[in-house]
């Protein structure tokens, strides 16, 4: 039986989209879509952002420098970050997993400006006990101390704990710290992972 439900963020509670991000951020800074992916990827700064190494201000001001035209902070965050949409078909899983006192937790590669987004315009996020946050945690998954920190959460054995990912070598990197999981597809095959343990929604 399932004591702890671990759900990922993106592609599973909330949709997402990187170019629509890359355009908005090139409309305000004038910068090349191209560009914006190059400082992200290349350099590793989302990385370093979502593990936290640097903060929302000092990427704002790393892309300020670059850019040739200027912009405030909140416009540099709305357009990094308004660029999601909830996946509904899942908030009544959610929600009924909540009444059958399941303790749930978030354990999701983000940033600050996204999970502020989210938390914001997406309410579900407050039927969750806990939030492990790579940003906050230091490390993104699959690394294993993101793993780690999210067990020490469970108030369960790690036998009672069942995780969802959309990215299959997340899923595999839960598994070898310990943690049953697989991957999301869509709800209709979720509620049956959920049947196969137990779970009757």
Known sequence: MIKTMYFDLGNVL??????????????????????????????????????????????????SHASPKSFSLDEFTDAAS???????????????????NIRLILLSNTSECHFNYIYKNYPILSEFNEWVLSYKAGACKPHPLIFEKALTLANCPSS?????????????AARKAGLDSEVFSNVATLKQHLRDRNVFL
């Open 82 to 100: 308004n660029i999601f949409t909830p996946n509904k078909e899942i908030f009544p899983v959610i929600k009924k997993m909540k009444q059958q």
């Open 14 to 63: 909330v949709f997402f989209d990187h170019d629509k991000m890359c355009h908005q951020l090139s409309l305000i800074s004038g910068l090349p879509p191209a560009d914006i992916r190059s400082m992200l990827q290349e350099n590793k700064m989302q990385n370093r952002y979502e593990t936290g190494l640097i903060t929302t201000d000092e990427l704002y001001t790393r892309f």
């Open 160 to 172: 009672h704990c069942f995780f969802v990912d959309d990215i299959h070598e997340y899923v595999e």
